[in-house]
T-cell receptor, first 114, second 112 residues
Framework: SAVISQKPSRDICQRGTSLTIQCQVDSQVTMMFWYRQQPGQSLTLIATANQGSEATYESGFVIDKFPISRPNLTFSTLTVSNMSPEDSSIYLCSVEDGPVDEQFFGPGTRLTVL | QKEVEQNSGPLSVPEGAIASLNCTYSDRGSQSFFWYRQYSGKSPELIMS????GDKEDGRFTAQLNKASQYVSLLIRDSQPSDSATYLCAVPRVGSSYKLIFGSGTRLLVRP
């Protein structure tokens, strides 16, 4: 399966600021996704990052808050904008790899907003 | 009714026993099913996928799917303390093969 890296692995930020999370894959993949895992909760899909077009956001998530870039088939960024303590979560990117729609996750970015 | 439901646990089993983890889903049209293992502080790791009714075995893991009853289970034979983790069931939203809906996860504790 694809090897996925994320930067930063963790960060502590002040409210009102923004953080950009990077996701890098070691091979070209069509589908990349961003998830959020709030403390003690399961994973929720934020958006699908589409190469060459705007991301597709899930209900409850908007582009102004979570702008996403996908400049090529191996890289994507997620920005968490105008952060509040409620944004404290683990943010994970995933890719669909292989012929049977399996998704594999990066190591995650643990964000704490003070 | 939640789209994907799991008992949150913790499920506690002694070392060497069989751990049985269950997941039910609401959409009868679901076609593929995934089990992820998540250690504390780590990201989810795909351990099993299943697409057809019946059993699928991979080492100590067996996934069981019953589409008529809308449940999928994961059996872990000869459980080891290293299997202690949260197990997440994931099902793609019908009409979208890649938008995974995750259950809340079952925490498994294997006692030495």
């Amino acid at each position: 399966s694809a090897v996925i890296s994320q930067k930063p692995s963790r960060d502590i930020c002040q409210r009102g600021t923004s953080l950009t999370i990077q996701c890098q894959v070691d091979s070209q993949v069509t589908m990349m996704f961003w998830y959020r895992q709030q403390p003690g909760q399961s994973l929720t899909l934020i958006a699908t990052a589409n190469q060459g077009s705007e991301a597709t956001y899930e209900s409850g998530f908007v582009i102004d808050k979570f702008p996403i870039s996908r400049p090529n088939l191996t890289f994507s960024t997620l920005t968490v904008s105008n952060m509040s303590p409620e944004d404290s979560s683990i943010y994970l990117c995933s890719v669909e790899d292989g012929p049977v729609d399996e998704q594999f996750f990066g190591p995650g970015t643990r964000l704490t907003v003070l | 009714q939640k789209e994907v439901e799991q008992n949150s646990g913790p499920l506690s089993v002694p070392e060497g026993a069989i751990a049985s983890l269950n997941c039910t889903y609401s959409d009868r049209g679901s076609q593929s099913f995934f089990w992820y293992r998540q250690y504390s502080g780590k990201s989810p790791e795909l351990i099993m996928s299943i697409y057809s009714n019946g059993d699928k075995e991979d080492g100590r893991f067996t996934a069981q799917l019953n589409k008529a009853s809308q449940y999928v289970s994961l059996l872990i034979r000869d459980s080891q303390p290293s299997d202690s983790a949260t197990y997440l069931c994931a099902v793609p939203r019908v009409g979208s093969s890649y938008k995974l809906i995750f259950g809340s996860g079952t925490r498994l504790l294997v006692r030495p």
